[in-house]
């Protein structure tokens, strides 16, 4: 059984290779239960294959993983009891409804299912208008919805989403947020690979970033942010006047003389916010506006991996 604060899903030296290919170069991870987990990584950067492994869809060639506390090797049977996986593409047949989907799960699962559970999970996903209406006339956040729906079946306790919301218009993919935020707030587990990195940057307790089949990142999406530096406070000055002034006593800030702006170097604490502020009050300066601005997630994978997130797709 995974309690709260116990760890959902551990990862020790995970290594497999596709002959020559190191494709996973020893990887470790830590995902606590209850909690959202993001590995984000360009494509080819070993995403889909650490789900594949973790889900026991695939061997390993080295390391341990225990996923709900079974060994992924030894214990798979339990492992496949405890999870639900959503791949990058949605797995729905298209010739039957909405409802015949869900209850062919149902017919599948091995699991005590209630007799209610497709109606409940119709409804849940915004899908009852359409359940009698065949898959093929869905659009892509429906089905996308219907496959989620389809992987909650079991009741799983771990979810693993890979790329979730790949091909989903900005309101589809914010519903789909606002349906993985409900589930953790029911204890599950989501284990989310994206590439969209604002998609991260919402949802995420802890990112780890993984290149080239290693991990180079692992923390918070704030911790993540500050360790490649980069915050500044922005001071807007109403006279050039002021701002002349304030650049004399802030020689390291960047200057722009049109705008009457500085962005002066911090690392946007409110001990560092409080100095500047005080500093300008000693010479009787005021900013008409300012603004603390750090770096987000698209910088750090600019940082660690050489490449933006567009690039990297």
Known sequence: MVTPM???????????????????DGIDL?????????????????????????????????????????DITTDAKAVRALIGVTGQFAAVDELLTGQENLQLMV????????????TELLERFELSEAAQK????YSGGMRRKLDLAMTLVGNPRIIFLDEPTTGLDPRSRRTMWDIIRDLVADGVTIFLTTQYLEE???????VAVLDGGRLVAQGTPAELKRQIGGTHVRLRFASVAEFDAAARIHPGAQQDADALTLRVPSDGGTDSLRALLDRLAEHQLSAEEFSVHTPDLDDVFLALTGRTAEAAK
């Open 6 to 24: 116990s760890s959902a899903i551990e990862v020790s030296g995970l290594r497999k290779a596709f002959g020559d290919k190191v494709v996973l």
């Open 30 to 70: 830590d995902v606590p239960a209850g909690t959202i987990f993001s590995l984000l990584g360009p494509n080819g950067a070993g995403k889909t294959t650490t789900v594949n492994v973790l889900t026991t869809l695939m061997t390993a060639d080295a390391g341990t993983v225990r996923v709900a506390g079974h």
């Open 107 to 118: 017919d599948l699962s091995r699991k005590n299912v209630s007799g209610t559970v497709v």
């Open 134 to 137: 065949p898959v093929s006339t």
């Open 200 to 206: 991260a940057d919402q949802l995420a307790d802890r």
